[in-house]
């Protein structure tokens, strides 16, 4: 079971980068999903987590208003849309699922499926 995210890179302050998290091995459709971020010297931190159903979404206060979490139509694969990107927002971003009926998760212990992460560097 893997999760493999995409679309990190490299952006100035203000740019927009979409990453995408998509599943093999099985299916996440019913799972709750999320993104996390590690930046260097710090610890893995909330991002943004989305219900199964797609209907809920929580963000972290850092990033309200600029990022948007969503699902893919198949409700399988998760987006990560980051606008207005800022220095701070440089991390490894992780997106993560696990089974869950009751609503978002926001710990990362809560997670079981974890991806291998995407590097979004962003310069000043």
């Known amino acids: 079971v893997q999760l493999q995210a995409s679309g990190g890179g490299l952006v100035q302050t203000g740019d927009s980068l979409r990453l995408s998290c998509t599943p093999s091995?099985?299916?996440?459709?019913?799972?709750?999903m999320g993104w996390f971020r590690q930046a260097p010297g710090k610890e893995r931190e909330f991002v943004a987590g989305?219900?199964?159903?797609?209907?809920?979404?929580d963000y972290a206060d850092s990033v309200k208003g600029r990022f948007t979490i969503s699902r893919g139509r198949a409700k399988n694969s998760v987006y990560l849309q980051m606008n207005d990107l800022k220095p701070e927002d440089t991390a490894v971003y992780y997106c993560?699922?696990?089974?869950?009926?009751?609503?978002?998760?926001?710990?990362?212990?809560?997670?079981?499926?974890w991806g291998q992460g995407t590097l979004v560097t962003v310069s000043s």
């Open positions: 993560t699922a696990s089974e869950y009926y009751s609503g978002i998760l926001v710990k990362a212990d809560d997670y079981v499926y």
């Open positions: 091995g099985r299916t996440f459709a019913n799972y709750a």
């Open positions: 989305i219900s199964w159903t797609g209907g809920s979404a």
